[in-house]
């Protein structure tokens, strides 16, 4: 099993920047793709980035295309989402996803490990 823990959220004025970092532990051997959603009140939960841990372009959504990186430290067992330009519009809980057989990364269906969550507030 595969336990995943972020952490790094909290409260930024519209235009800043923030990381937000999720920490993989357990048979973390078998991940072959690792990445973020998030959901906001009210609103469907959104695939936003995505990353093959073998490598490859990673996966963006448009709503954050050019705004948000996505990067993995394979030794560490983390995985990071730098996040520019905020916007009110990315208020949302974000959480960590990984998946053993991903296809499609924008599917919430296809990843089997989910963490707790992460809450990121930007203010106008």
């Known amino acids: 099993r595969v336990q995943l823990v972020e952490s790094g959220g909290g409260s930024v004025q519209a235009g800043g920047s923030l990381r937000i970092s999720c920490a993989a532990s357990?048979?973390?051997?078998?991940?072959?793709?690792m990445g973020w959603f998030r959901q906001a009140p009210g609103k469907e939960r959104e695939g936003i980035a995505a990353?093959?841990?073998?490598?490859?372009?990673?996966y963006y959504a448009d709503s954050v295309k050019g705004r948000f990186t996505i990067s993995i430290d394979n030794a560490k067992n983390m995985v990071y989402l730098q996040m520019n330009r905020l916007k009110p519009e990315d208020t949302a809980m974000y959480y960590c996803?990984?998946?053993?057989?991903?296809?499609?990364?924008?599917?919430?269906?296809?990843?089997?490990?989910w963490g707790q969550g992460t809450q990121v507030t930007v203010s106008s």
């Open positions: 996803v990984g998946g053993t057989m991903v296809a499609d990364r924008t599917l919430a269906i296809e990843y089997d490990y």
């Open positions: 357990g048979y973390t051997a078998n991940l072959n793709c």
């Open positions: 990353v093959h841990i073998s490598g490859g372009s990673p």
